[in-house]
């Protein structure tokens, strides 16, 4: 079964660097997964594709600051340089044949 | 520019049908997928389903196969996800997205609607 797992919660400092992970499900670990961000009160933005073997595609006008990085099951988003607007719910979404899948979604509290 | 509008908030009463709407521009509606995707207040992202606009195949997740009806109309860029019965526990936000195709029959959402409040109160 694809199943996407996130932690609930994480912090970091203004100005500082944090690393949120999504990992995949046992016999999946070949999927690329999409990120999406939610901030407080409004819709989903997307962030960005991240491939298997850390490649990664970015949406339109996504900051230089939020970079990927896969390893095994485990695709990452690194955010450098963290400012107040990326406070925010960070998704992680992944896909087979027509089946669609989130993680639970981790929140981010800048400190 | 690639943007997908969202019809507006709505209030119904338990066993009110509702059919709310998802309007694409700047890209070849048609030919990309479109999903619809609920957020429960409170609560994470749940995928609804998907349709393919060209051919209205249409996908629906386990969760919510037979409660909803996703259709689209290609002529004027539309998609549209239906109740028959609404719920109390339909209250949510819902979401339109667009789904990039990256081969191999699948695809990921890379543009996103603002979003849809249903609520349903007696």
């Known amino acids: 079964q694809l199943v996407l797992t996130q932690s609930p919660s994480a912090s970091a400092s203004l100005g500082a660097s944090v690393k949120l992970t999504c990992t995949l499900s046992?016999?999946?670990?070949?999927?690329?997964i999409a990120w999406h961000q939610q901030r407080p009160e409004k819709g989903p933005r997307y962030l960005m594709k991240?491939?298997?073997?850390?490649?990664?595609i970015k949406g339109d006008g996504i900051p230089d600051r939020f970079s990927g990085s896969s390893s095994g099951a485990e695709r990452y988003l690194t955010i450098s340089s963290l400012q107040s607007e990326d406070e925010a719910d960070y998704y992680c979404?992944?896909?087979?044949?027509?089946?669609?899948?989130f993680g639970g979604g981790t929140k981010l509290t800048v400190l | 520019e690639v943007q997908l509008v969202q019809s507006g908030a709505e209030v119904k009463k338990p066993g009110e049908s509702l059919k709310i709407s998802c309007k694409g521009s700047?890209?070849?509606?048609?030919?990309?997928?479109i999903g619809w995707v609920r957020q429960m207040p409170g609560k994470g992202l749940e995928w609804m389903g998907i349709?393919?606009?060209?051919?209205?195949?249409?996908r629906y997740s386990p969760s919510f196969q037979g409660q909803v009806t996703i259709s689209a109309d290609r002529s004027i860029s539309t998609a549209y996800l239906q109740w028959s019965s609404l719920k109390a526990s339909d209250t949510a936000m819902y979401y339109c997205?667009?789904?990039?195709?990256?081969?191999?029959?699948?695809?990921?959402?890379?543009?996103w609607g603002q979003g849809t409040l249903v609520t349903v109160s007696s």
């Open positions: 997205a667009r789904c990039q195709a990256y081969g191999s029959g699948t695809c990921g959402f890379d543009y």
């Open positions: 700047g890209y070849s509606f048609p030919n990309y997928w």
């Open positions: 349709i393919f606009p060209a051919d209205s195949d249409t």
């Open positions: 046992s016999g999946h670990s070949s999927y690329a």
């Open positions: 991240l491939n298997s073997d850390g490649s990664h």
């Open positions: 979404q992944t896909w087979g044949n027509v089946i669609h899948v």
